[in-house]
């Protein structure tokens, strides 16, 4: 937090820029990264580029057995749309403002359409954690962070903290 890139604006991608090997390993490198560090979600202005790609790790459960991991999906030149007016109030954390948390309100359910990896589109409906992590992300893209979108400060606090006094 503090470099101007997680305040601007970033740019699309054409559908042949995408394809590039510049492209494809910026995207393979930010995968990494947010595994590296645990995250569920990585845009590509937490690593300084300037472009509207983000990653959204979903929690999935490929054989049922009760035991899910998180898979990184890459979403480019996303537009999110909400999908009814319900807002939740939940808990938030960003890599580029580690240590910290706050409650955000946030759309429910969303539509999300985008391109992925091969420059090929995608139309997702999402809600809850999913819905929360796109509608994080996305925000990313054009500058915004989660503390803009709370309604009160309230609720912020250290990670610390959070684990002595706010988790379940
Ligand atoms: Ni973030």
Not at 48 to 52: G, P
């Given at each position: 937090m503090g470099h101007p890139v997680l305040r601007a604006r970033a740019r699309p991608l054409d559908r042949g820029e995408i394809r590039t090997p510049a492209i494809q390993k910026l995207i393979d490198d930010m995968i990494e990264t947010m595994e590296e560090y645990h995250g569920v979600g990585l845009a590509a202005p937490q690593v300084?580029?300037?472009?509207?790609i983000f990653i959204a790790g979903f929690e999935e459960d490929a054989d049922g057995d009760g035991e899910t991991t998180i898979v990184p999906v890459p979403f480019i030149n996303p537009e999110i749309a909400s999908l009814g007016s319900e807002k939740v109030a939940d808990w938030e954390g960003c890599l580029s403002i580690p240590d910290i948390r706050g409650q955000v309100p946030r759309h429910r359910r969303i539509r999300v359409r985008a391109l992925d990896r091969d420059a090929r589109p995608v139309d997702l409906q999402l809600e809850d954690f999913s819905a929360r992590v796109v509608q994080h992300e996305n925000d990313h893209l054009d500058g915004v962070l989660f503390f803009d979108r709370m309604?009160?400060?309230?609720?912020?606090?250290?990670m610390e903290e959070f684990s002595k006094y706010w988790r379940d």
């Open positions: 300084h580029e300037s472009v509207r309604t009160s400060f309230e609720s912020l606090t250290f």
